[in-house]
Structure formats: C-alpha cells, structure tokens
C-alpha cells in the first residue's frame, strides 16, 4: 500500500523567512496530495492541494510542487508569520475520492 | 468551520465498555471518512462510505464498526475499548477530491 514520509519533523524559522516541508510517496498510482495545517487540538484544515497532472499550484504565500517522477511533493511558505506556526501534514490518494495516507507531520515554528 | 460536525466533543470512559461517535457532513457531501490521530500513530485513515454504503477499508479494528444513515450521517462504534484506543476521532467528508475535517471527539478510555 502507500506510504508517505515527511521531513523534516520540527522546522525553526525567523517571521519573514521561508520554509520548505517535504514529502515522498511510494505508490505510483497516487494521483491527488493535498497539505493540511493543525493547530494544537484542532481540526486538520486544508490549506492547498495538487493534482497529478499539474507540477505546481500557488495561493498567496503558499505553493506546492509535484515532481511525479521522483514521487515528491513539496510544501512551500514565504513571508512566514507567527501565526503560521502549526503541524503540517502532506498526504496521498492512491486513486482519488478515497482514502488519504497522512505523513508524519512536521512542527513549524515561527519566531518574531 | 468546515461545516462538519461532530458529537461528543469528549467523552471519558472505562475499559471494557462500548461508545458511539457521531458525524455530520457538510451538505451535500455524500463520502464521510473516519480517522484516528494517536501520539504514536498519527493520522491513520480507518473506514469510508459513500452515499451509504462502505467503500474502503483502512487499519481498522474488528472491535470497531461504521455505517452511514439515508440521512448521510455516520456513526463509529467502538467496543471492548482498550487503553490503547485513547485517541482523537475525526470524520471529514468530500464530494469530489477535497476532504474536509470536522473537530473531532476526543475520546479518553481509563
């Protein structure tokens, strides 16, 4: 089945500066990978999602890229503020409008 | 808020015993998914149904069983429960890709 890993697993970054989460998956059949962020005792939220047949999607301060061929997608956020601090998790869908396989998520933390 | 909702927010209870989660789904949403968030495990996909019936099945345990209603809402039960089950439940819901989370139950097993 899919497998999904992420890192890294905590990020320290100063308010301005970027951070970059990765993720690989193994199942070359997977063709949907949406990002979520969780604050502390919260619901996941999602906050951008890509689909295999694009490379790459921005909205404001944030962008995902896909490399299918490497089976990696990238989450990326600019102008980081403290209130983007949160655990972030990427996914899969092995064949779409089924289940998602979660990564380990990864804690960002943004200082001012 | 996602429009998906979720009772009981907590719910404490011993070894042994047996309790219902509860989920709503945005309207219109006719997939509902369940997810278990545990320290050690994560985010672990559990069950789907769609429009009713079950359509995947992930790591789910024989002592835990699903189903969704005409009215589209779902219910997780979990029986014989364990310490071991002490986690946070989530249901999320989608009509297409995107799934959508509701704020889970909280459930404490002592």
């Known amino acids: 089945g899919e497998n999904v890993e992420q890192h890294p697993s905590t990020l320290s970054v100063q308010e301005g500066d970027s951070a970059v989460i990765k993720c690989t998956y193994s199942?070359?059949?997977?063709?949907?990978f949406p990002w979520y962020k969780q604050e502390l005792g919260k619901r996941p939220q999602l906050i951008i999602d890509i689909r295999s047949n694009v490379g790459e999607k921005k909205d404001q301060r944030i962008a995902v890229t896909l490399n299918k061929t490497a089976k990696h997608f990238s989450l990326h956020i600019t102008e980081t503020q403290p209130e983007d601090s949160a655990v972030y998790f990427c996914?899969?869908?092995?064949?779409?409008?089924?289940?998602?396989?979660f990564g380990t998520g990864t804690r960002l933390l943004v200082s001012p | 808020d996602s429009g998906v909702t979720q009772t009981p927010k907590h719910l404490i209870t011993a070894t042994g015993q047996r309790v219902t989660l509860r989920c709503s789904p945005r309207?219109?949403?006719?997939?509902v998914y369940w997810y278990q968030q545990s320290l050690d495990q994560g985010l672990q996909f559990l069950i789907q149904y769609y429009n009713g019936e079950e359509r995947a099945k992930g790591n789910i345990l024989e002592r835990f069983s699903a189903q969704q209603f005409p009215d589209l809402h779902s219910e997780l039960n979990l029986s014989s429960l364990e310490l071991g089950d002490s986690a946070l439940y989530f249901c999320?819901?989608?009509?297409?890709?995107?799934?959508?989370f509701g704020p889970g139950t909280r459930l404490t097993v002592l």
């Open positions: 999320a819901s989608s009509v297409g890709y995107e799934q959508f």
């Open positions: 309207s219109g949403d006719l997939s």
């Open positions: 199942d070359s059949a997977s063709n949907y």
């Open positions: 996914a899969a869908s092995p064949t779409g409008f089924q289940k998602l396989v």
